[in-house]
């Protein structure tokens, strides 16, 4: 039997049922983690041509072995159904699902608010948690606030990388401090290949000087080959629109414009560019200024630090969720619980 089948067969009634939506790069790697986990299981997985549930749990590697053969997981026997409308299909289902993790392209920039919206019209309760990237898009959902919470949905924002585990980062750090001068994020990521990630890479796209998020979306995948052509495969980003600085004004501990992200994504090798780092710089109550660093190993890559913070958000979420707590959080307003 496999470590998956015996943890289903221990676990069942008691696991937080997870649905992951969008089974791309993000995806995949997220029914990896939970392939893992004993207090979470992942019954429901949609892609843009198709969707799969099985009450008992999935089996990760079908699901992936499925979708990298024949293009969704609609496609595996006999769990999945084609359907141009996954989403609103698995929302309909009306089985049983705790939790999703929303594992989708933001593109359009309103695309993972029009999902959140879905949710609310539908009459699902439970808890959502996004990995969503854009200032302009956190915005949309945290005005969706009193809509969630007549809703009974309990809805986590920003628990990505960054934002995320680094905004996090930051919240705490500042705690040492009277006053905070600069926060300064700076990530690397390292792929082997850009089609691995490739909403990603393109938000990351629309991030350059000279695009937007809809010339962006709108590059086809030659387009995109021939801009990484150019650059040798690597993108660099500075002062990008990141939802760490709106997650930090929220949670009041400085104004946005003390907030800055930039990157270095290098597509063709999985090897870091640079060490993602978090630099909080303040002042004591005595008057001291000094900085704060928190560096990720140059190991744990984009997908670790993305599918890990995700779901110790949900964890967090369900937690409120259960006390009657709904409404929209972000990952630097509370503290991610770790899953087993
Ligand atoms: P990807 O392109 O690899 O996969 C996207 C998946 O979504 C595919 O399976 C696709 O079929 C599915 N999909 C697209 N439209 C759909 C629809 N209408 N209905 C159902 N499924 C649909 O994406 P990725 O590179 O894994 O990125 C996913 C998201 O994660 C992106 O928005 C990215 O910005 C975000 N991300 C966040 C962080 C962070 O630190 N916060 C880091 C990396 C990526």
């Not at 067969?9 to 995949?28: H, K, M």
């Not at 969707?51 to 990298?68: D, F, H, P, V």
């Not at 979420?317 to 770790?338: K, S």
């Amino acid at each position: 039997m496999s470590s998956e089948k015996v943890k289903n067969s221990l676990n069942i009634s008691s696991a937080i049922r997870i649905g992951v939506l969008g089974f791309g790069g993000l995806g995949q790697a997220a029914a990896k983690v939970l392939a893992a986990k004993q207090e979470m299981i992942l019954v429901a997985a949609a892609d843009q041509k198709g969707y799969a549930y099985a009450a008992e749990g999935l089996n990760t590697q079908e699901c992936i072995a499925t979708y990298q053969s024949q293009g969704s997981v609609g496609y595996l026997e006999p769990v999945g159904t084609l359907t141009t409308q996954s989403i609103q299909d698995v929302i309909e289902i009306a089985q049983p699902v705790d939790g999703y993790f929303l594992a989708l392209p933001n593109l359009p920039n309103d695309f993972i608010p029009s999902v959140a919206k879905e949710f609310i019209k539908s009459g699902w309760r439970g808890v959502l948690v996004d990995a969503i990237k854009r200032t302009t898009a956190v915005e949309q959902l945290l005005a969706m606030k009193e809509e969630l919470q007549a809703a009974g949905i309990t809805y986590m924002t920003g628990c990505g990388a960054t934002p995320g585990l680094l905004t996090a980062a930051a919240a705490l750090a500042a705690q040492s401090y009277a006053e905070i001068h600069q926060v300064e994020i700076t990530f690397g990521v390292g792929i082997a290949n850009w089609e691995a990630y490739r909403a990603t890479v393109r938000e990351d796209i629309g991030h350059m000087p000279g695009y937007t998020v809809e010339t962006a979306r709108a590059m086809t995948d030659a387009e995109v080959e021939a801009l990484l052509d150019k650059t040798n495969g690597v993108l660099t980003l500075k002062n990008m629109e990141h939802a760490d600085d709106v997650m930090l004004e929220v949670a009041g501990i400085c104004d946005r414009d003390r907030v800055t992200v930039g990157g270095v994504v290098d597509t063709r090798n999985p090897k870091k560019p640079l060490s993602t780092n978090v630099k909080v710089t303040g002042r004591t109550f005595e008057g001291k200024i000094s900085t704060h660093t928190f560096t990720l190993g140059d190991e744990t890559s984009m997908a670790a630090n993305v599918c890990g913070p995700a779901f110790g958000y949900l964890k967090a979420g369900r937690q409120l969720h259960q006390r009657g707590i709904y409404g929209i959080f972000t990952a630097a307003e509370i503290m991610p619980q770790f899953v087993r």
